[in-house]
């Protein structure tokens, strides 16, 4: 067998392979090779220790040691890590098919490094005495606890929620739900795919996936116009009759002479569960991408939490650069997760400087581990609430993966009247501090409502694709004491409705009209809300070949949504049918998001038929 050292290792399982599956297969046999081998050279260390103890003086009975005499600790506790290595690998060769293996694959790496650097070369023989008698080795079950408690907090927690359901016009004809700018979806699933690992259902919300991207939906003329609607229609691509219908809003965009004002402090989690590069590290990289997009006398204050939370810098005019960035890069993890003192002492801060007519603004940056102090989300919730009513509004941004709270997350942002985002690298936190700060930054609607009442003569059934945690009693509309989500400045946000049309609409190609549209929102600072209407039409205007790409575009991320979810309602669409108008719509992707998608789509395709491939071989071999 060939030496395998950790690096070799390494280079196997990131080596070039000529298809996805060949890949994971190469990762596969890489990893039980070093395993293989690493057993191997701690029995031949132990087969040359037990030589040189017999050639010792030591007392015998019976052809054996004195009980007195132990084995060195180190050759004992490694021979336990090696079998709990072999035996942690084999449990994932049998237990998990082809698409969970790479969902393990780093712990598998991790062990393996760490049993190789405790290795290190074969020790040379030792003629001195063995360790007095009372010293006991660590018992290998050490290890696999350690390793089971590892694997045990690599559990994220999502909110979970049943698909939408199709609905009969004439039992229900009203849908009511609240606008979702939140991205925090797609950049999570992301994450799982290029890893090599399929997202679990409750992960995928449709919305946040079709919201991520860029669409060109018109934009108001004036800020007396908060947003503008545009709706479009088009064919389903996966129920043959059926109609997909576009609801695309797009907020004003303040230019740079009209933004306000920015009150920011930010909310930094620097407890033990931060120390990753993915979490603290990179929280570090993304505020200083923030910071030169500040105006100059833009405030900037810091607050920390871990065990107590503390002011690690007081409101710093944005220019003071260099004093800002003294104070983050001076930030450590270390400690338990006082989050609640934290947002506390966060609310005090940004009150202490709060900007009249201006932007207030906390920014929670966190893994979402919130283990001590105010641990329930309904009491959370409540909390961040109650202080919005001030004019402070909360945003959250979730790091890291492993005890990632996304339910949380949601949860203190939505009653924060803020955005909820997961950074999983430099280029997304590019994406959401930089390309789109105004948006994160400057409120410009809030507490928007949308509301579809669907024409019984025209419309037999319908189907809202994703929005679920969003979803409003129809009563709630016109209730303004109702929260909702809002929107920032230069916001795009998109839903669809997928319909069964009537026979006589279907076939008629009249100028009738699907239902009606109705959207409320409350300016900024104000508490009663604003009506906007108008009709869905069945044969509407044709659309620009730039927003008709764009419409091409969402449908195929809300069809690539639903397949990762296991939805009931996509008939016989696949992946392939997905990557065709993905690919249709790429056009000038000045940044690379749409490439991208088209390359998850097809990386999500080898991932599922490798999982399908592994489902129906353990049916046939049992």
């Keep these: 067998m ?166 009969r016009v004439a039992d229900e004809p009203v849908s009511t739900f609240s606008i979702d700018v939140d991205t925090a979806s797609y950049s999570y699933v992301r994450r799982l795919l290029n890893s090599g690992v399929l997202p679990p259902k409750h992960a995928v919300r449709a919305e946040e996936m079709i919201n991520y991207f860029d669409y060109s939906w018109p934009s108001p003329a004036t800020r007396s116009e908060a947003f503008r609607a545009t709706v479009a229609v088009s064919d389903s691509p996966w129920t043959q009759g059926n109609k997909l219908v576009y609801i695309g809003i797009k907020g004003y965009e303040l230019p740079a002479h009209e933004q306000p004002d920015v009150n920011l402090v930010l909310l930094i989690d620097v407890s033990g569960s931060m120390a990753q590069e993915d979490k603290l590290p990179l929280v570090q990289r993304s505020i200083e991408l923030l910071l030169p997009h500040l105006k100059p006398y833009d405030t900037v204050a810091m607050v920390t939490y871990a065990g107590d939370a503390g002011v690690a810098l007081y409101p710093t005019p944005a220019r003071e650069q260099a004093k800002i960035l003294d104070a983050l890069w001076a930030l450590e993890a270390g400690g338990s997760t006082a989050g609640a003192a934290g947002i506390e002492t966060a609310y005090e801060l940004a009150k202490s400087t709060f900007r009249q007519g201006g932007v207030n603004r906390v920014m929670l940056a966190t893994d979402g581990d919130f283990n001590v102090g105010i641990t329930s989300v309904d009491e959370l919730k409540a909390y961040v609430a109650r202080e919005r009513a001030s004019g402070i509004f909360l945003s959250v941004l979730g790091f890291g993966q492993g005890g990632y709270q996304d339910e949380l997350a949601q949860a203190l942002a939505q009653n924060g009247n803020g955005v909820a985002a997961y950074i999983d690298s430099l280029s997304e ?48 509309f016109d209730n303004d004491a109702v929260d909702a989500g809002d929107i920032g400045s230069g916001h795009k946000v998109t839903a669809i409705y997928e319909i069964t049309p009537t026979a006589s609409a279907a076939g008629s190609g009249s100028s009738g009209v699907y239902g009606d549209l109705k959207i409320r929102y409350k300016h900024p600072d104000g508490r009663r809300s604003q009506l906007i209407e108008q009709p869905i039409l069945i044969n509407p205007l044709p659309l620009s070949p730039t927003l008709q790409r764009d419409v091409e575009l969402a449908t195929a991320v ?65």
């Excluded at 072999?86 to 790496?109: E, H, K, P, T, V």
């Excluded at 020790?123 to 696999?144: G, I, N, Q, S």
Aim: with cysteine; proline share 8%; net charge negative.
């Design 2 to 167: 060939k030496a395998y050292s950790y690096d070799r290792v390494l280079r196997d399982v990131t080596a070039p392979a000529p298809n996805p599956i060949a890949r994971l297969a190469a990762k596969q046999a890489a990893l039980v090779e070093f395993a293989q081998f690493q057993a191997l050279r701690l029995e031949r260390a132990a087969q040359e220790q037990d030589a040189l103890e017999r050639t010792l003086p030591y007392p015998q009975h019976d052809g054996n040691r004195s009980a007195s005499f132990r084995r060195p600790a180190l050759v004992n506790w490694l021979a336990g890590a090696a079998s709990a290595c072999i035996a942690g690998l084999g449990a994932i060769l049998m237990f998990s098919d082809g698409l969970r293996f790479d969902a393990r694959l780093r712990y598998a790496s991790l062990e393996a490094k760490i049993i190789q650097e405790a290795l290190g070369p074969p020790p040379p023989p030792k003629l001195a005495m063995p360790p007095p008698p009372e010293f006991e080795a660590m018992p290998a079950t050490d290890w696999a606890a350690s390793l089971d408690e590892a694997l045990a907090a690599d559990e994220d927690r999502f909110e979970r929620f049943a698909t939408n359901p199709i609905k």
């Design 429 to 476: 936190a590019e994406k959401m501090l930089v390309q789109e700060s105004t948006a994160s930054l400057f409120t410009i609607a809030k507490d928007v409502k949308l509301q579809v009442e669907f024409n019984p003569a025209t419309v037999e059934q319908y189907r809202l694709v994703g929005y679920e945690t969003r979803a409003l009693r129809r009563e709630d």
């Design 558 to 622: 809300a069809g690539f949504a639903q397949l990762l979810r296991g939805d009931p309602y996509t008939g016989s669409l696949t992946f392939d049918d997905v990557l065709r108008p993905a690919e249709a719509s790429v056009g000038n992707d000045h940044n690379g998001y749409r490439g991208e998608f088209v390359e998850l789509v097809r990386e999500a395709q080898v991932l599922k038929e490798a999982s399908e491939a592994g489902a129906a071989s353990d049916v046939q071999n049992p």
